[in-house]
């Protein structure tokens, strides 16, 4: 039998298709985003994030969007266990809803599966991609704070961990990253219905995350001179 920690060290992405949508086309260093994501990453998803690509395959255009139908069938895994939206993802809103029809499907089931996987020590840690909002703040979060193996990224931390290595690598410089950082942002605006107040929102965040980048690159400049 493993050590009950041995699964600690381990750690896998879980990814939403919204984040899929809004990452394509974003390129660092030359390549897809989308390509460095399914290279570098343990990815599992559910079905259902399947299903919803095809719906939405219209909205990634790129060459490498191409790949993704056989990345996600391959990614698939259907909890064996945790297999009920309203009984295990209910406790984590404050009012639960009813669980019928396509409204946070993906990110329930998605859930589940960070959370079996998580439970059979199959990973320690899970990356949870969305950018979603409204499912951030209606129960991502809460599951969260019971569960902090689970990370909720999105689009843009991506971005700035896939930035970080880069540029430590001297395969990217800040101009790239920061591009690449406004094509994100506007990837995610082309498609969100956003209120002016959410609108001021998205241009602070922009503007919180290039000084993050900034930083990075402080950081990572101490192996490149």
Same mark, same amino acid.
């Given at each position: 039998?493993?050590?009950?920690?041995?699964?600690?060290?381990?750690?896998?992405?879980?990814?939403?298709?919204?984040?899929?949508?809004?990452?394509?086309?974003?390129?660092?260093?030359?390549?897809?985003?989308?390509?460095?994501?399914?290279?570098?990453?343990?990815?599992?998803?559910?079905?259902?994030?399947? =299903? %919803?690509?095809? &719906?939405?395959?219209? !909205?990634?255009?790129? $060459?490498? /969007?191409?790949?993704?139908?056989? +990345?996600?069938?391959?990614?698939?895994?259907?909890?064996?266990?945790?297999?009920?939206?309203?009984?295990?993802?209910?406790?984590?809103?404050?009012?639960?809803?009813?669980?019928?029809?396509?409204?946070?499907?993906?990110?329930?089931?998605?859930?589940?599966?960070?959370?079996?996987?998580?439970?059979?020590?199959?990973?320690?840690?899970?990356?949870?991609?969305?950018? =979603? %909002?409204?499912? &951030?703040?209606?129960? !991502?979060?809460?599951? $969260?704070? /019971?569960?902090?193996?689970?990370? +909720?990224?999105?689009?843009?931390?991506?971005?700035?961990?896939?930035?970080?290595?880069?540029?430590?690598?001297?395969?990217?410089?800040?101009?790239?990253?920061?591009?690449?950082?406004?094509?994100?942002?506007?990837?995610?605006?082309?498609?969100?219905?956003?209120?002016?107040?959410?609108?001021?929102?998205?241009?602070?965040?922009?503007?919180?995350?290039?000084?993050?980048?900034?930083?990075?690159?402080?950081?990572?400049?101490?192996?490149?001179?």
């Amino acid at each position: 039998m493993a050590e009950p920690m041995s699964q600690f060290r381990s750690a896998v992405c879980v990814l939403d298709t919204c984040s899929i949508i809004n990452l394509d086309e974003i390129v660092l260093a030359g390549k897809d985003v989308l390509f460095y994501v399914r290279q570098s990453f343990d990815l599992y998803v559910s079905s259902i994030i399947q =299903d %919803e690509f095809l &719906r939405h395959r219209a !909205l990634a255009t790129s $060459r490498e /969007a191409s790949y993704w139908k056989g +990345v996600l069938s391959n990614s698939c895994y259907t909890p064996s266990v945790l297999n009920s939206d309203a009984e295990i993802i209910g406790p984590f809103y404050s009012t639960p809803p009813s669980f019928s029809g396509n409204h946070n499907a993906g990110e329930h089931a998605n859930t589940r599966v960070a959370l079996e996987l998580f439970l059979t020590r199959t990973t320690g840690h899970t990356i949870f991609v969305t950018d =979603d %909002e409204k499912a &951030r703040n209606a129960f !991502l979060g809460m599951v $969260r704070r /019971a569960f902090p193996s689970l990370h +909720v990224w999105t689009s843009v931390d991506v971005i700035l961990y896939l930035g970080a290595v880069l540029l430590k690598e001297g395969r990217a410089d800040f101009e790239g990253v920061r591009a690449a950082l406004r094509d994100v942002y506007a990837a995610r605006a082309k498609w969100e219905e956003r209120d002016e107040t959410a609108k001021s929102a998205i241009i602070r965040n922009q503007r919180y995350s290039v000084e993050s980048l900034r930083i990075l690159k402080e950081v990572t400049s101490k192996w490149r001179n």
